[in-house]
């Protein structure tokens, strides 16, 4: 399983390498400033969870999120998040 990640990241392109990596280092500045912003989260792993909840299910965090700045930062990943799916399904159809 490694070995097969492994692979497909040498075999991308210079500009697909520089997209991914640019967007983890978006997910983790936005996990960091979650993190400080004084919500009810301990560890950045628990707001790292809730960003990646927010990218891929739409997770609801009411409940351990405060601040409307990390609400709006938590939206915007969601709408990032659909946009992402779309793009990989269109991309799967494409090569169906």
Same mark, same amino acid.
């Given at each position: 399983?490694? *070995?097969?990640?492994?692979?497909?990241?040498?075999?991308?392109?210079?500009?697909?390498?520089?997209?991914?990596?640019?967007? *983890?280092?978006?997910?983790?500045?936005?996990?960091? !400033?979650?993190?400080?912003? %004084? @919500?009810?989260?301990?560890?950045?792993?628990?707001?790292?969870?809730?960003?990646?909840?927010?990218?891929? !299910?739409?997770? @609801?965090?009411?409940?351990?999120? @405060?601040?409307?700045?990390?609400?709006?930062?938590?939206?915007?990943?969601?709408?990032? %998040?659909?946009?992402?799916? %779309?793009?990989? *399904?269109?991309?799967?159809?494409?090569?169906?």
């Amino acid at each position: 399983m490694i *070995l097969l990640v492994i692979v497909t990241i040498l075999t991308l392109s210079v500009e697909k390498m520089i997209l991914i990596l640019s967007v *983890l280092a978006l997910l983790l500045i936005e996990t960091i !400033i979650i993190w400080k912003m %004084g @919500n009810k989260l301990e560890f950045w792993h628990d707001a790292f969870f809730i960003v990646l909840q927010h990218l891929f !299910i739409f997770a @609801n965090s009411l409940e351990s999120i @405060n601040h409307f700045p990390s609400l709006l930062l938590l939206t915007i990943t969601s709408i990032f %998040g659909v946009i992402i799916q %779309g793009l990989v *399904l269109q991309w799967f159809f494409d090569k169906l």
